[in-house]
């Protein structure tokens, strides 16, 4: 589940709209989604977010409307191939299972799942959903029937677990055991939480926080479209003229340090974040790298001629650094796709962002 889904959601409770949270609980082979995709239905039909699109969304879209329609949650279990009992006509073979839970503000639904996850979304947190499925009459969803017709009347319980150990929701486990994912990291399972049937653990949280150095027209053309790929933003200058919320409307966070020969001594750059160097001046630009070599940042990124980023080198190796330290610099920065304009740069960049948090 990411921001798209959490604040389509609170928009429909604040509305006092009931809708259908489809979300994909497990999956194996070539599915297109895997375990925590999910999609918002409304009543009127249109959605928010993806569980993969195609055939099987269209299914799960019409069964998305049928439970809100009976007011009740339900099971829905894929095969992707042309001769499913589904009738998707699909030739991926991979399959899965969906849970279509009906949401009705007007019958004391609450919104505190939802507004939980987006705070910690919003801050680029991490943590954990915890799903219990069973069946009106008490039997865990892994064990019954596979059958859409039978896996009507679920009853659906969900909870968030932060890094910190907060539950936040209904939970579908003694507080105190879910207290204990973060020292376990998640070990309760990816699927199921110690093999519990019709209990499913998903990791949740933003993959990873990109730092744009720069407020330029690189990184104004890099901001919105990083933001669409799912990454958390920050754009740093120090030129509060050009680093600002109305010149970057969609960055998640704005950073204007007193000195960009300084700015990295304030930032939490770990394992997950990704350095894009692209400032105003080669003095910067060096300056900056040489601070991001000394972070654990997953990506360091740089802009430059072959003759800037040799001269560069030299100066950091001048410096102290190491070659093992110079080799985790990509730059020229991006994917070799011949890109002159802003725009085609950004692309560029995020393509090879995408790629490292791909592995």
């Keep these: ?36 995709a999910a999609m918002i239905v409304r009543a009127d039909g249109s ?21 809100l329609d009976a007011r009740a949650s339900r099971i829905m279990d894929f095969e992707l191939n042309n001769a499913d009992s589904a009738g998707l006509g699909m030739i991926c073979g991979g399959r899965g299972r969906l849970l279509v839970e009906c949401t009705d503000p007007a019958a004391d639904a ?7 996850l987006d705070a910690l979304l919003s801050r680029g947190g991490h943590g954990w959903l915890v799903t219990g499925v069973t069946y009106a009459a008490g039997e865990a969803a892994d064990a019954a029937p596979e059958t859409l017709a039978a896996a009507e009347n679920v009853v659906v319980k969900r909870c968030l677990v932060d890094t910190a150990g907060n539950v936040s ?18 070990a309760l399972g990816d699927h199921t939480a110690g093999g519990r049937q019709g209990v499913y653990v998903q990791p949740v949280g933003v993959p990873g926080t990109v730092y744009v150095f720069g407020a330029g027209h690189c990184g104004k053309s890099l901001i ?34 007193e000195s960009l020969h300084s700015a990295m ?19 910067f630009d ?7 070599l000394r972070t654990p940042a997953r990506y360091v990124g740089m802009i430059g001629s072959k003759k800037k980023i040799a001269e560069t080198y030299q ?39 995408i790629r490292v948090r791909h592995g």
């Design 1 to 36: 589940m990411d921001v798209e889904i959490t604040r389509a959601a609170l928009a429909l409770f604040e509305a006092e709209q009931r809708f259908a949270l489809v979300s994909t609980l497990e999956t194996s082979g070539s599915s297109p989604r895997h375990s925590g």
């Design 47 to 67: 959605i928010a977010g993806t569980v993969g699109g195609g055939a099987l969304e269209g299914r799960a879209i019409r069964v998305a409307l049928e439970t």
């Design 110 to 116: 609450k919104p505190d799942l939802y507004a939980a």
């Design 169 to 186: 929701g209904d939970p579908p486990l003694p507080v105190d055991e879910l207290q204990g994912l973060p020292n376990m990291g998640g």
């Design 224 to 257: 919105p479209l990083l933001g669409l790929v799912g990454f958390r933003t920050v754009i740093v200058d120090d030129r509060a003229e050009f680093a600002n919320a109305e010149r970057f409307p969609d960055v998640d966070e704005v950073v204007v340090p």
């Design 265 to 283: 001594a304030s930032l939490p750059v770990d394992e997950q974040s990704y350095v894009v160097i692209m400032t105003r001046g080669h003095l």
């Design 286 to 292: 060096r300056s900056v790298l040489a601070q991001a």
């Design 315 to 353: 100066a950091l190796r001048a410096e102290g650094f190491a070659d093992e330290d110079i080799a985790r610099v990509k730059a020229p920065i991006g994917v070799d796709i011949g890109a002159e304009t802003p725009e085609e740069i950004a692309v560029a960049i995020a393509a090879e962002i």
